[in-house]
């Protein structure tokens, strides 16, 4: 532990503790011994060159210098000679042996160690050959191979000395430069950037931030990079301040904000507790006022039909027995009171058809209402053969609904867009469906007398008509009979029409079931 603490003390006084110093160092190292490896490398193989160059020029020299006598000496087969001239050679530095093969064999051979035999290209030996030739007969006769070795282990040698000395003393440069270099860098970058890396350690935005290291402005020629990063530094740290001091009062309104937002949650839950039970308690007593009105409008319309019948089989008898008494005005008022009176009749079961549509209990399932449309366009063209009127309706519509009440609703309006259009030479009457939002929205659409779209809130209203009953025939019940029956089914109906351009009457029902009372096909 202390030798690792000692260790770590020493590498922070060298700067070594600092990464970026170590890769710096390690980078100078390899670059310096690549380059002072590359530098040696050349310089041993020039010598190397040179070297050899000069041994080859000796040998050449020898060959110059002998081959005359050597020719005159293996001519006349004076070994003496031959010996001595060979042995002459063999005195010379680098020779280590020097032989002359005559007819493929060797004759003479002088060698200067006793290891020494022939010529061996693979070891460190420079092999020179030059033939010996005489004149005879008019001709070049041979007669012999004269080779020459000449040793490369002093080359060698001084080749080995010559790269140790460079590897140390590049090695010497090379440790003084990175040393340098080192000491430089620590001066001008590591101890600086150390500073700004401390500096920035130690900033907290809730105190006051410590000075920063002094660093050249930026426009003086002599600011480096270092220079330029303390300024950002600078620079970031007031805006960081800044937009801390923003976030604090930020924070600070939030934090009102919040109290505010959980007072007025607080206020709004009350007010939603107290509305809840107001609407509970207004909703129990609709409940029972919309019962009571119904249990009202049920009895009263079953005690009016007993006087009503009474008028009405009075006044069928009074114009069966007494017409001939009566004048003609007498008989006219006579009918206006019957009229009169089968039309309150009329009113009556349309009240009652309400009430029984209100009262009655949903009994859901997948409805075709295509087939149902249909069934009731065919009723209506055997109450009516002689209307001409053209139909479009979209197949495979259907919806979750009870399927006596949707027909009911179609009835009533494909009923409605039968008897506005009976004006038109052609009439055209559509019924189709469309997606909307999860939802199916159907329409009924006619060509007939439209109505003004100013009177449109009066159109589901009971015993609100847009028209004179001169003109079109109805009591006025029937689209608030549609509108209640598409209202039980959780839908919504609304129409859009323009007076002498027809129709168009929507209505939407949910695709799935949407009731808890509702039972599956």
């Known amino acids: 532990m202390q030798s690792t603490t000692h260790q770590n003390k020493l590498l922070t006084r060298l700067g070594l503790q600092s990464p970026l110093a170590r890769r710096l160092v390690v980078s100078l190292v390899l670059v310096s011994s690549v380059l002072a490896l590359l530098i040696t490398l050349a310089q041993l193989y020039t010598d190397f060159r040179r070297d050899t160059a000069s041994i080859h020029d000796e040998l050449l020299q020898i060959e110059k210098s002998f081959s005359e006598s050597l020719r005159r000496s293996v001519w006349t087969l004076n070994d003496t000679q031959v010996n001595a001239q060979l042995d002459g050679i063999l005195a010379l530095p680098y020779i280590e042996s020097a032989s002359i093969r005559v007819d493929g064999e060797v004759r003479w051979q002088r060698v200067r160690n006793a290891g020494g035999n022939e010529p061996n290209p693979d070891s460190r030996q420079l092999v020179h050959r030059f033939e010996l030739t005489t004149r005879y007969k008019d001709h070049q006769r041979h007669i012999g191979t004269v080779a020459i070795i000449a040793s490369l282990e002093s080359v060698y040698r001084h080749l080995q000395d010559k790269a140790i000395f460079i590897l140390l003393s590049n090695s010497a440069k090379t440790l003084v430069v990175v040393t340098l ?9 590591t101890r600086r950037l150390n500073a700004l890396a401390q500096h920035a350690h130690a ?13 050249r402005k930026p426009d003086d020629p002599q600011a480096d990079e270092i220079d330029q990063l303390t300024h950002a530094l600078h620079d970031m740290q007031e805006r960081l301040a800044e937009a801390y001091r923003q976030q604090a009062s930020l924070n600070n309104e939030l934090r009102e904000e919040s109290q505010r937002h959980q007072t007025a949650c607080h206020k709004l839950a009350t007010l939603s507790e107290r509305l809840e039970d107001d609407v509970r308690q207004r909703t129990q007593a609709l409940q029972a006022s919309n019962r009571e009105l119904e249990s009202f409008a049920y009895a009263i319309s079953h005690d009016l039909r007993a006087p009503l019948r009474s008028i009405i089989g009075f006044s069928q008898a009074l114009q069966e027995d007494c017409a001939d008494q009566l004048d003609d005005e007498g008989r006219q008022y006579l009918e206006r009171v019957n009229n009169s009176a089968l039309r309150m009749g009329q009113l009556i079961e349309d009240l009652l058809k309400l009430s029984r549509i209100s009262q009655s209990k949903l009994h859901c399932r997948k409805v075709n209402l295509s087939n149902i449309a249909m069934e009731v366009v065919e009723q209506l063209r055997l109450a009516d053969p002689e209307r001409r009127v053209w139909l479009d309706i979209q197949p495979d519509i259907s919806a979750w609904g009870d399927s006596g009440l949707l027909r009911i609703a179609l009835a009533n309006l494909l009923g409605n867009a039968w008897k506005y259009s009976a004006g ?10 469309r997606e909307e939002e999860g939802n199916q929205t159907c329409f009924v659409r006619d060509n007939g007398a439209g109505f003004d779209m100013r009177y449109a809130n009066r159109l589901f209203t009971p015993f609100q008509r847009l028209h004179q009953t001169r003109e079109f025939k109805g009591e006025g019940i029937g689209l608030a009979t549609v509108a209640r029956v598409i209202t039980r089914h959780a839908g919504r109906i609304w129409a859009e029409a323009k007076p002498g351009h027809g129709a168009t009457f929507y209505f939407s029902l949910p695709a799935t079931p949407q009731r808890s009372e509702r039972t599956e096909e």
């Open 181 to 189: 270099v080192f000491l430089l860098f620590q001066l001008t970058v």
């Open 203 to 215: 900033l907290d935005l809730q105190q006051t931030p410590p000075a920063l290291p002094p660093a």
């Open 424 to 433: 038109k030479d052609e009439a055209h009457i559509e019924f189709g469906c």
